[in-house]
DNA sequence: TCGGTTGATAACCTCCGGGAATGGAAGGGG
DNA sequence: CCCCTTCCATTCCCGGAGGTTATCAACCGA
């Protein structure tokens, strides 16, 4: 009656991303006989058809919709118990906090700092990566920790606690018919080339596609992008580029967040230190948002 | 390499539980052997040992602690995705909410009434229930939606939308020495009985359980306990009670929650009317909640 | 020291997951 | 129009994983 295994949560997604039996089946590593099978017996025990396919398409039902959406969150969460229990009754503890270049503000020294003023804590490995996928390590246990920016980062099954925000700035070269000025609005940049990121399906980005900031700097540098995001991104500022506030861009909000339910000791302190750090900056921080958007 | 069970997580956490191997295996229905080898095979899958046992004694090692806390998780997405797979694919679909009596503050009708307004939406099925795992039945799909207080309930793993803000009030018999007063604070209610109610471990609660409303009722009117508590949940009040709020006492937020990754069109359009309903109530609520206050 | 409790081991059985070969329906091209 | 290709289903078979019973070994308390 009860349990499906994770094996065949596995075949399943297999073939529903691929919408293909055999193929799945190899990418599985078993025949494709083994693979129907393992989908019939499937079906049958959740007693719901997962998958219509006559001899020449393979399309998903509405429950196999949903199984796929399900079954990728529980498969994760299977994995991530996996690696979080290797991780802890291994090797000596060690704590993984991911973050992209330059994506913690200035921040991190002074909140390793006071971390490691905490005695008996695991020390702390940091994990610098463009790859868009910083928010999913936390969810499959291969990272504790991670530095993410709001909106931009999809939180959902994450805690986090706010530790900056910052005024978005529109980047441009000196010569720019938009350089002098104060301050921007988002209606001022219509029709200006903004970057596509890979990885990321924007809106109404029409320029062409970035995947670090060097390269956007690059970019921005030979006037084929002006590019919207957060002063510090970008920083140390090319003496070529200047920045203009943009003042009704929705501000990018630099976040500490971990796995929900984590009850790591290790976690918590962390947290405390990183909040404590921010605090501690909040003023000051808050001080030049303020003096830029007046000026 | 790769690959663990769910069958395996079941049967560690019924070993992690009972503490226990023979009466694990048998509230597990299978001998014992063949749960001390399964649990064998995945110690040494996971490379790491998970219980230290003796002839006489089993307890959890730090990797065990943790598989324990991922592992309930990992089973609880499993079985939900089961659930909302089922659920979706087998019977006409229906939204089934869950709440406690009483706990809707009066909103629950016309947010139906808009949520109906909707063409082709499956109907709801409300499930109001005292049990304390209301949460919980989100989680592992038993349910779409539910009606929960924050901060009472704890929302990790869930989305959630505020629908209304309510100050606590102390309720006490009308003879009671603090009933002519205006407003009070926590302080005042120094010394006096604090219900406890079942399910959630209090702090300062020392009165006697209670386990729904109904019952502490009664128990306030008989003078025994006096209850700090949202206004609406006790409505409509006993003649021989009276209300008295409490300025101090951190306010209950109303709020519709539901699971995360829910990509759901139903749940979206129930969603939409609830806040709907809840931003026409907002400024009468809040104006109550002022004049009661003021008063 | 002895009996009772509890987890580990051993020997055996059963059935399920997987492989190889084959069937059969649906297109598509010549 | 026919045949060939494609792709999922069916059949038959095997090996091993998961389960059982019986037994042992260690540790406890009286």
Redesign the pocket.
């Known amino acids: 009656m009860e349990g499906v295994?994770t094996?065949?949560l596995v075949?399943f997604l297999a073939?529903a991303t691929?919408?293909?039996?055999?193929?799945?089946?190899e990418r599985?590593?078993?025949?494709?006989?083994?693979?129907?099978?393992?989908?019939?017996?499937l079906e049958r025990r959740l007693g719901v058809r997962l998958?219509d396919?006559?001899?020449?398409?393979?399309a998903l039902t509405e429950a196999g919709e949903v199984l796929l959406h399900e079954g990728r969150h529980a498969l994760d969460a299977v994995t991530a118990a996996v690696r979080r229990t290797r991780r802890a009754g291994q090797d000596e503890p060690r704590l993984v906090l991911v973050m992209k270049p330059g994506g913690d503000r200035g921040l991190l020294p002074d909140i390793l700092a006071a971390y490691d003023a905490e005695p008996g804590m695991p020390p702390v490995e940091v994990v610098v990566t463009n790859a868009p996928d910083r928010a999913d390590r936390l969810r499959d246990g291969r990272a504790d920790l991670a530095l993410l920016h709001r909106p931009r980062d999809d939180l959902r099954g994450l805690d986090a606690e706010e530790l900056a925000v910052e005024q978005q700035v529109a980047v441009m070269p000196r010569h720019h018919r938009l350089a002098s000025r104060r301050s921007l609005r988002m209606a001022d940049l219509r029709g200006e080339p903004l970057p596509r990121w890979v990885g990321t399906e924007s809106e109404d980005a029409t320029g062409p596609e970035v995947t670090d900031t060097a390269q956007l700097s690059q970019l921005v540098a030979l006037g084929r992008v002006v590019a919207v995001l957060p002063e510090s991104l970008l920083a140390p500022l090319r003496p070529e580029l200047v920045c203009v506030p943009v003042l009704d861009a929705t501000p990018s909000t630099l976040v500490l967040a971990w796995p929900e339910q984590s009850r790591s000791p290790a976690v918590a302190a962390f947290v405390r230190a990183a909040t404590a750090v921010s605090a501690r900056r909040l003023g000051t921080v808050d001080d030049d948002v303020a003096r830029v958007v007046d000026a």
């Open positions: 295994e094996r065949e075949y073939v691929e919408l293909h039996f055999t193929r799945a089946a599985l590593g078993i025949a494709q006989p083994a693979l129907s099978k393992a989908i019939r017996v998958l396919r006559d001899s020449h398409r393979v």
